[in-house]
């Protein structure tokens, strides 16, 4: 064997045993090499090395049964062994975020006002934002060690590359090499979809499955899948983007010229569009979008008919969509993230039309994900600087 790939061994059996502890609140070394296959051996040796780098610390022991006088100590994850930097930038959300090893944000800026017409200017705030906060949470900058970026638009997580996005109106950015080179750290840029499938297959709902689709609907559509453990990517790093597809029912025009899109029919902007008529108090169609939308979303739950029919219809639409998914791709779980998917009477509508589309079943398994942007980025950058194969193990030692 290669001196190389014994070093890419190395790496892959402690990223098997650092995903492992980080996937428990405790698990004991017996436990670690039960699930990774690895010799009991290896395991001590790993998390040995995991100790010393202060990423992992022993906690409670556990006595094992029929085996007299032998503990077993419980490993978890040590609470500032590492920390992360999260940057969420879609139409509505734009925040950086500070976090530790466990997925908790220990401090946040939000952004508001920004002029989004200039990507660099934007960057360049953000950068700023993150090293502000870097200094206000005075935390050690040899354990940071990378950023997330969850962003609404379609970007290869390989490079970066924003290839587009229409919430920002942004096209061909190099978002990822921007932030690396500014911030001086490693950067993972996912599109929030696939970001907020990340949290939700690390602390969510989709802990433990390999077959999910994942819909968000803010006031734009995205959406994921995940087949046989991975994220489908196809040649563009847009698969399961569904705002384009239509379903019948409803043949609203697009603006991409075509009639019946999702887009047009049950996404967040469909909902403004349908009731720009709608003059509330406090709320007028002039309003910024998100504000817009979540001045609507709190009239439909006080019971404005109107208001509360635009988010039934668009969650009845949502409705088919989900029955295409569950016939075409069997997953395990359909998960609606977002503003109007959390909304009760778009909810009520996507139950609706399954009831009606699928009789003979009593429920479906689709489910309400309560991760937010900043959070899901977070979990970008755990899973690709922390929990991962990539982890600069020797840094951390250093540290
Ligand atoms: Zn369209």
Not at 66 to 77: A, K, M
Not at 102 to 131: F, H, M, T, W, Y
Not at 182 to 188: G, T
Request: charged letters at 20%; aromatic letters at 4%.
């Amino acid at each position: 064997m290669q001196g190389g790939s014994a070093t890419e061994l190395r790496r892959r059996n402690r990223d098997a045993v650092i995903r492992a502890i980080a996937s428990e609140t405790s698990i004991s070394r017996t436990q670690i090499a039960r699930q990774t296959g690895l010799t009991g051996a290896a395991v001590s040796r790993i998390t040995r090395e995991l100790i010393d780098a202060g990423l992992v610390r022993e906690g409670e022991s556990i006595q094992t049964k029929g085996q007299v006088g032998r503990r077993n100590i419980c490993l978890e994850l040590e609470d500032h062994g590492a920390y992360v930097l999260a940057i969420a930038l879609t139409a509505n959300v734009k925040s950086v975020s500070i976090s530790n090893s466990r997925g908790k944000i220990i401090g946040q800026s939000l952004l508001e006002n920004l002029r989004l017409s200039d990507p660099d200017e934007v960057i360049g705030q953000i950068c700023d934002a993150a090293n502000a906060l870097l200094k206000a949470c005075a935390i050690e900058r040899s354990r940071l060690v990378g950023c997330g970026v969850s962003v609404a638009g379609v970007v290869d997580p390989e490079t970066g590359f924003l290839a587009t996005s229409e919430p920002l109106g942004w096209e061909r950015v190099e978002l990822g090499k921007a932030f690396a080179a500014a911030l001086d750290i490693p950067v993972r840029v996912e599109r929030r979809p696939v970001a907020l499938l990340t949290a939700e297959m690390w602390r969510g709902a989709a802990r433990g499955l390999d077959n999910i689709v994942l819909i968000n609907n803010g006031l734009w559509l995205g959406g994921c899948i995940v087949a046989d453990g991975r994220v489908l990517t196809g040649p563009e790093n847009a698969v399961g983007q569904i705002a384009h597809m239509v379903v019948g029912g409803d043949d609203t025009l697009c603006s991409c010229g075509r009639r019946g899109c999702l887009n047009a029919t049950a996404s967040g902007i469909s909902i403004l569009r349908k009731l720009e008529h709608v003059t509330l108090a406090e709320s007028s169609a002039d309003d910024e979008p998100g504000a817009r939308l979540r001045s609507l979303a709190r009239y439909a739950g006080a019971g404005h008919p109107e208001v509360e029919e635009a988010f039934r219809a668009a969650g009845s639409q949502m409705g088919r969509a989900v029955d295409c998914l569950f016939a075409l791709l069997e997953p395990e779980l359909i998960l609606l993230a977002g503003e109007t998917s959390r909304h009760p009477a778009f909810l009520a509508g996507v139950h609706e039309t399954l009831a009606i589309m699928r009789p003979g079943e009593a429920e479906w398994p689709v489910r309400v994900s309560s991760i937010t942007t900043d959070l899901s980025a977070v979990w970008v950058a755990l899973d690709a600087f922390v929990f991962s194969h990539a982890l600069n193990i020797e840094k951390l030692m250093a540290a």
